[in-house]
Structures are given as structure tokens and as C-alpha cells.
């Protein structure tokens, strides 16, 4: 009998909701898990298996010396990883620290300072160790994950599109909020998964999976303004959950004064 494929799921600094992803595939799950072995998986059980991994999906950021150091030893362990969410892909919310000393920060918070350790800045799984495939999203879509465990168990690459929200938008048939009601809008500048939820109830797009590619985010700024929004609010709109992907970061630090 063929050996089944070994599955790892790790977390870093995040809260938990790409990991609550996978376990609300529901009957999905039930097909994944007959055709791996779960190896390592802490929110769906105890039991841990040793290395090496197959496939490993990781959540969360670096935030800490420890992690900086963990996710080495993932890395060696895993044949395939995959990062997951915001927080893995581009520093999560918790990155909007990088922008600020984080010793004011950890002075303010916290009445023994001394005992907290932690990096100046939360970065990107990627920063640290080579990366299979990132997997964008606040949370993730249960069906792209599906979709990307599926192609590597398989052998080929996911089939993920890195089109616009836009796109999301047209193939719902939902009108542009920004044309139509003049609501600020990032769906231009960020990539599709969410099935552009936010415009289909008339909100504009607050960038929840990133940047998509090669996104013209100069292009959105000036749009921005064209709208009235204010220069401190196109900072604000650029630092959200991706606040410290690439295309996001530029564009933000560009308009601060």
C-alpha cells in the first residue's frame, strides 16, 4: 500500500484564522484528510508526528528571536511550504509596528518591559526561508487552499489567478462603487479571492489579500485624492493587513510627511 503524503500545519504570530480556514472546508476536509496524513496540526489535534513533511502550511509572522529560529528548522523538514494568510505572506497587522519604534510601544503596553522579547520588526515567512507558494488573504479562501493542496499533492502548480478584485466584481456582474457611488475603493490594486464581497454590499475594498500583481498603486493614490480623500488617509488605506507588502509599503511611506 502507497505511503499517503505526510501533512504539517504550523503557527506563528497570528490569531488563528487561516488554520479555522481548513477546518471549515467541512466535506473538503473529510476528501484532504483521506489523502494525507496529518502529521502535525495543534487546532485540530494532540498528536504530532516527527519529520520530514511532505507539504507544510505555515500561518502567522516572524515576531520573535524563537520563531526566527523555528521556522529554519521547518523549513529543513518540509519538502513543500506554503505560507498562509496575511500575517505568513506579509507581516499581518501586527507589521504596522514597523513603521514605529516598538520599544515605545512595548513601554506603554506593558508594566514589566523587561520580560517581553521581541523583534523590532513582524515580517513575512519569506523574509527568512525559501518559499513554495503563498497564499494570500485575511482570512485565507478555503477553496484556494483546497485548490492549493491539491496541486501540490498532485504534482503541479495551484491555479490561483493574480487578477484584481475588479475582476471579481465583473464576473458578478456588480456595479463599480467607485464610478457608480463615488466610494473609495483598493479593489484595483488588490488580488481576487474573497469574491469581492465588500463592493457587492456597496463598501469598497479594504485590500484583505494584498497586493495583486503588478499593481499600480500610485495610479489608486492619485485616484484617492482625485476622490477627496486626505493624504493621511491614503496612508491609513495602504496599511491594513498587508501594511507591510512590498507594492503597500512604498506606496504608503511615499504620502507620509
Known amino acids: 500500500?502507497?505511503?499517503?503524503?505526510?501533512?504539517?500545519?504550523?503557527?506563528f504570530s497570528s490569531c488563528d484564522?487561516?488554520?479555522?480556514?481548513?477546518?471549515?472546508?467541512?466535506?473538503?476536509?473529510?476528501?484532504?484528510?483521506g489523502a494525507v496524513t496529518i502529521a502535525n496540526f495543534p487546532e485540530a489535534s494532540r498528536a504530532?508526528?516527527?519529520?520530514?513533511?511532505?507539504?507544510?502550511?505555515?500561518?502567522?509572522?516572524?515576531?520573535?528571536?524563537?520563531?526566527?529560529?523555528?521556522?529554519h528548522k521547518i523549513r529543513r523538514t518540509s519538502k513543500v511550504l506554503i505560507t498562509i494568510g496575511a500575517c505568513a505572506t506579509a507581516g499581518g497587522i501586527q507589521a504596522l509596528k514597523n513603521f514605529k519604534n516598538v520599544k515605545d510601544f512595548i513601554s506603554i503596553v506593558y508594566a514589566n518591559p523587561a520580560y517581553i522579547e521581541t523583534l523590532s520588526k513582524s515580517t513575512a515567512i519569506s523574509d527568512h526561508v525559501p518559499v513554495d507558494f503563498e497564499l494570500r488573504g485575511c482570512p485565507i479562501n478555503k477553496y484556494q487552499l483546497i485548490e492549493v493542496l491539491n496541486a501540490y499533492l498532485n504534482g503541479r502548480r495551484p491555479?490561483?489567478?493574480?487578477?484584481?478584485?475588479?475582476?471579481?466584481?465583473?464576473?458578478?456582474?456588480?456595479?463599480?462603487?467607485?464610478?457608480s457611488k463615488g466610494i473609495p475603493?483598493?479593489?484595483?490594486v488588490t488580488h481576487a479571492g474573497c469574491g469581492a464581497i465588500c463592493p457587492t454590499y456597496n463598501r469598497g475594498c479594504f485590500a484583505c489579500y494584498g497586493p495583486k500583481e503588478t499593481p499600480n498603486t500610485a495610479s489608486m493614490a492619485e485616484r484617492l485624492h482625485e476622490m477627496g480623500v486626505w493624504e493621511h488617509d491614503v496612508v491609513r488605506a495602504f496599511r491594513t493587513y498587508n501594511a507591510y507588502a512590498e507594492p503597500f509599503r512604498k506606496e504608503s511611506e511615499s504620502h507620509e510627511k
Open 1 to 11: 500500500m502507497a505511503r499517503k503524503p505526510t501533512l504539517a500545519v504550523w503557527k
Open 17 to 33: 484564522g487561516c488554520q479555522l480556514s481548513l477546518l471549515d472546508c467541512e466535506d473538503e476536509l473529510l476528501a484532504v484528510a
Open 48 to 71: 504530532v508526528a516527527k519529520g520530514p513533511y511532505d507539504v507544510s502550511l505555515v500561518e502567522g509572522s516572524i515576531t520573535t528571536p524563537h520563531d526566527a529560529e523555528r521556522i
Open 159 to 179: 491555479n490561483i489567478s493574480p487578477v484584481s478584485v475588479c475582476m471579481e466584481c465583473k464576473n458578478r456582474g456588480t456595479t463599480c462603487v467607485m464610478i
Open 185 to 188: 475603493c483598493l479593489g484595483p
